[in-house]
């Protein structure tokens, strides 16, 4: 009788938040020229916004939950590897043929204590071809273990003290020749480094600054012809025989919005994420607000691609739509779907329809390679901006507000705001908004046949 009864319990504990294991984010790690290499995941306990490293007690969720065959296809992209923040203990050893160790690299837990169990499952897992990270300032006992050292590939480096290590990286590369830095910083935002910054480093954690476009007078007709279809848009008020002739001026931008409508897994993943309501009343097929949406997304991929093709002129550059780094792109789709997500269960039937590409918006700036406030005073883009506004856009501006401050790592802010407005913020429903953003976001990537670097340039 006891036994059948810490059997129970052992799985209660098992099934009970704090023992989940949930993506908070996904960074990109680039090198200095902007270029992604591969992905690094912020995991939190299934109970919390702290993210960070995945504990030794929140590792069987993550192998089973997180790392299943279909997440790692979507989390890792087109790269060979992801880094992953945890601790090598036995678990990943004992289920190495379910997620691939050649897929991984383990970012060790800081100041790690090399007890038995985790020196032997961290040689068997370098043997089986995981590779191992640290940061250089919270080696612990790694240093005093030549045969652990040798493991390291990947060191972390504060990007606010790059000198300060400068004599322990030396020495470091002694021993190992290949051994790669990778500047962090604690803060996040949609760009982490200038490139005078990443410079200093192997790779960094986040995004480098693109070269932002230069003018010569006024913003040429093309951008104005993207930001106005934009407003309307966002307006609803638009004619779509117009739109229509637009469309035909930009044959990326029209080969975009044919792809998206064709793809079949986009129309199966679209039509899945919406609520029930919506499926009863939409008779489960695409509705102009989709239509809408895919639109939207194909005005940002010829903004986006158009720019980085001016910007290679300007610079007298050979252009090649293969070596754009889409990264800013990306990260708008995600965001703009998770707000679309929240928009959906806390918005009316009037806001709600403007959630995803209010959210998506929010990355106009990166569309246009251009600052912020340049953008943003744009007067075709007045009534969107205002979302991101402080006091702007009602509900939705509050949603916007409150999910830009949890992504830049500024939890309690996001909390406090969220308080403050009243809002409640679920966290089982934000990390299942998460997880189904990245899966849609990657269906429309392959939809429009962006093709990232692989990693073999890395």
Known sequence: MSDNRNIFTNKLDFDSPSMQCKVFDRLAVQNPLGKTQFYCLELSAGNTFDFGFCRKENVQSLLREVLTVVNMKVLRGSYERIMIPSVPCSLWVKQARKYDP??????????????????????????????????????????????????????????????????????????????????????????NFAINEASNFDYVLGMVQSELIKYDGVRPKWQHDMLRLFAQLYSSFYDIKEVGEIVAQYPLMGTAMKKLMSSKALTALTLRSKTKNQMLAENQSLTQNDLRNYLVISVAFNLFTLTDKKISDINHLPFDMRNINYEPFIQALVFGKIVDFMGQDLCDDISAPQAFISGFMRYCHVFLHDTEKATFSEFPLDAVSSCFKEGGGEQLGKIIRTLSLLFEHKVAEALELAYEEGMELYKDKIYNYISQAFLWADTVLKALDIAQNSAESA
Not at 121 to 146: C, H, W
Not at 156 to 162: C, E, G, I, S, T
Not at 167 to 189: A, P, R
Request: with cysteine; aromatic share 8%.
């Open 102 to 191: 050649k897929t991984v690299i383990m970012w060790l837990e800081n100041s790690l204590e090399l007890t038995e169990e985790y020196k032997e499952s961290l040689l068997r897992l370098y043997k089986q071809g995981m590779k191992f990270a640290v940061r250089v300032d919270a080696m612990g006992e790694i240093p005093t273990n030549s045969e652990v050292l040798s493991c390291i590939d990947y060191v972390l480096v504060d990007a606010a003290k790059p000198q300060e290590y400068a004599d322990i990286l030396s020495s470091l590369k002694k021993n190992n020749k290949n051994l790669k830095t990778i500047g962090f910083k604690d803060t996040c935002s949609i760009f």
